[in-house]
């Protein structure tokens, strides 16, 4: 069992950073592969980032190539996204995933994902 809790949103000004962080409990953590959603009003959620487990590969949207960083730290159990130049878009609430197939993070299979948190809110204003 993993328990995820996400932290670190806010509002913020285009243009600026924010640095998400998801804890997760339990001590199978660096045997997960994570994720990190959004979903913004009105919208289906969609995928933002992901890294493996152990060898900590990434993956990104193409609207957070270059803007974003996932990061994690097996030893603290958690995982990061590092949100730069923010944009007015990227107001959503921000979910952390895991699983044990980097395939259903990848693929958006939010049905199937093994854990979910519960999420935090990014608000970007002008």
């Known amino acids: 069992q993993v328990q995820l809790v996400e932290s670190g949103g806010g509002l913020v000004q285009a243009g600026g950073s924010l640095r998400l962080s998801c804890a997760a409990s339990g001590r199978t953590f660096s045997n997960y592969h994570m994720g990190w959603f959004r979903q913004a009003p009105g919208k289906e959620r969609e995928f933002v980032a992901a890294?493996?487990?152990?060898?900590?590969?990434?993956v990104y949207a193409d609207s957070a190539k270059g803007r974003f960083t996932i990061s994690r730290d097996n030893a603290k159990n958690t995982v990061y996204l590092q949100m730069n130049s923010l944009k007015l878009e990227d107001t959503a609430v921000y979910y952390c995933a895991a699983d044990r197939t980097i395939a259903t993070i990848l693929r958006g299979r939010t049905n199937a994902m093994d854990y979910w948190g519960k999420g935090t809110l990014v608000t970007v204003s002008s």
């Open positions: 890294i493996t487990s152990s060898e900590g590969s990434t």
